[in-house]
C-alpha cells in the first residue's frame, strides 16, 4: 500500500446490488479506501448509463447532416459540447492513476451497458485519434495516449469452471478471451494493464467461497501499485513496422497470434500471457 | 442460389441509415430477395433496442427478490411472459434458416447495442442452459443447441487496414478477436458459422470503392448456402472431456488457444482459421 493517497475509479456493471458483484464491488471500496486510496465508482445500472452511442451524442450540426460517430464525437469534445454524462467519465478517467473494470463475463465478453460506457466515452480525440501520424510513429496508441501513466484492472466473474477457460479449454484461454479488452481497449489509449482477476463458478460460492474471493481479490487491490503490468509491445517503440503496423519478421519470427503482442521476458505473478504462449509452443 | 426460397433473419447496429453499413444492408437485402430468400431485418438503432439486460426483463416476482439474469428469464421463457421486444427476437430466430449479424467493428467487438441484443434474447432456456449434462453430454451446446441447423455469418466493417488483422497485425488476427463471437456467441447456441466477411478501411471507400465492396458482400450472400462453415470441434462428439471440456490431449497434442478448437481439416475458401494456427506453429 502506498503512504499517499492515489485515486481509483471502480467501473462496475450488474443490475443487482444484493449479487455477488455487488458485495464485491462494496468489499473492494472498503478494501481501497483503507488503504488510503479516493474510490470513486461509476456504477453503470444504478446511474442508468446509456448504452447506445447515437446522434444524440453528436455535436449539434444540420438536421440534414449525416451522423459521423467519430467525428461528430471529436466536434463535441473540441467545442466542449460532449454530453454532460459523457465528459463526467472523461473526468474521472483523467482524475483517476487506476482504473478497475468490475463485471460478470456475459457471452465472453463485457455486459452490454460496460460496452457502451466504452464506445460512448472512448471518443474520437480522447480514446483515439490523438498524437502525429508519421513513418515512425502511428498516432499515441497501444502504450502512448491521453491515458498513458494510469493503471488498470479487469474483474472478472464467471459462471463456468476454471479449466473450461484454461490452455485447452472448450472456451478458449481467458487470457485470449479477454485480449481484445485487455490490449485493444486498455493498453490502446495507454493503460499500463495488471493481469486481470478471475472469479468462476459464481453460482457455486457460499460464504466460506464468499470469504475466499474477497480474500484473493484483496491481495490484488493491496498490490494495484506493485503489481507489474502485462509485457504489450507498444506500437512506437521499434517492434513494428509502419504502416503495416505488424510486428517486425525478426521478433517472435514465424509466429502468429495475440501472444506475440507479449514481450517474452515473463513478467508478472504468473498470469503473463506470454508464459501461456510458451504452453502453446510446446512440442 | 437454391430454387426455393430460404429465411434470412440480418441483425443490423448502425446510428445512421446513410453510412455505409446502411447501404450495405440495403445492397444485402434486395441481393438476398433477388435469389429468392425471404427477408427480415432487426434494425436494432431504428428499433431503438434496449441494450442493457436488467430486472425490468425478468418474470414478475415479489419486490424483496433479487433479480437473477440468468433464472428470471428462463421463468419468464417458461411462463411465455417474456417481454415482447425479447420473445420477437426469439420468433424470429426460430424462423430464420440463416442469421447475418452486420456491424461494424467498434473496440474489437460488437457495438453495444448489438451487445445487448445478445445479452437479452440468448435467454437461459433457449441461448443456453438447453440439453442434459451427464458425463458424456455437458449440455447442448458448441455443435448443439436451439438454433443447430441454422447457417449465421458476421459482415463486418472495419475503419483500419486490413494487415493491422493479419496474423502479425498489431490490433490480433482478426479471426482471433471474432473468436468469442463466432464460436461463444453462434456455434454455442448451435449455428453453423461460416467465415466472415470483413470490409477494411472504411472511411476511404468512394464510389468505385463501394462497387467493389457491394460485389465481394454479394459473391457472399450467394454462397450463403454452399459456403463451407468453420470446422469448430462440437464438444459433445468425443473431442473434449467432460467435465473439464478440455481438448482429449492426443487432439492438437501439445498445443493450445483458440486455434484449437477447429478441426485440422481445411475447410471453406481460405479463411479456415486452422490455416493461420498452422502458420503460428511454423518454426
Known amino acids: 500500500m502506498e503512504p499517499h493517497a492515489m485515486n481509483v475509479l471502480l467501473v462496475y456493471a450488474h443490475p443487482e446490488p444484493r449479487s455477488l458483484n455487488g458485495s464485491l464491488k462494496d468489499f473492494s471500496i472498503r478494501r481501497l479506501e483503507a488503504a488510503g486510496n479516493t474510490v470513486q465508482v461509476s456504477d453503470l445500472y444504478a446511474m442508468q448509463w446509456k448504452a447506445a452511442l447515437d446522434a444524440d451524442d453528436g455535436a449539434a450540426r444540420p438536421s440534414a447532416a449525416r451522423f459521423d460517430p467519430a467525428l461528430d464525437l471529436r466536434r463535441a469534445l473540441e467545442s466542449g459540447t460532449l454530453r454532460a454524462d459523457i465528459a463526467r467519465e472523461q473526468d474521472k478517467l483523467r482524475w483517476a492513476d487506476a482504473v478497475i473494470l468490475q463485471f ?14 466504452v464506445d460512448r466515452v472512448y471518443t474520437d480525440g480522447f480514446g483515439y485519434g ?3 501520424h508519421s513513418d515512425r510513429h502511428w498516432g499515441d496508441r497501444y502504450g502512448e495516449g491521453v491515458l498513458a501513466g494510469k ?11 476454471a479449466p473450461h477457460y484454461g490452455p485447452r479449454g472448450i472456451n478458449g484461454p481467458l487470457d485470449d478471451i479477454l485480449f481484445p479488452i ?14 486481470a482477476h478471475a472469479i468462476y463458478r459464481t453460482s457455486r460460492i457460499d460464504d466460506a467461497g464468499f470469504a475466499q474471493a474477497c480474500a484473493a481479490l484483496g491481495e490484488r487491490l493491496d498490490a494495484l501499485w506493485t503489481t507489474a503490468p502485462i509485457a504489450f509491445r507498444k506500437q512506437n517503440a521499434g517492434d513494428y513496422l509502419i504502416p503495416e503496423l505488424t510486428l517486425r519478421p525478426e521478433l517472435a519470427p514465424g509466429r502468429a497470434g495475440f501472444a506475440v503482442h507479449v514481450e517474452p521476458e515473463p513478467r508478472g505473478p504468473g498470469h503473463d500471457p506470454a508464459e501461456q504462449d510458451v504452453a502453446s509452443l510446446a512440442p
Open 130 to 132: 490523438v498524437g502525429e
Open 182 to 195: 485487455q490490449h485493444g481497449i486498455l493498453f490502446y489509449p495507454g493503460f499500463e494493464v495488471l493481469p
Open 151 to 161: 493503471r488498470a484492472m479487469l474483474v472478472v466473474t464467471i459462471g463456468g469452471w
Open 104 to 117: 460478470p463475463l456475459w457471452w465472453f465478453s463485457l455486459p452490454a451497458i460496460l460496452k457502451g460506457w
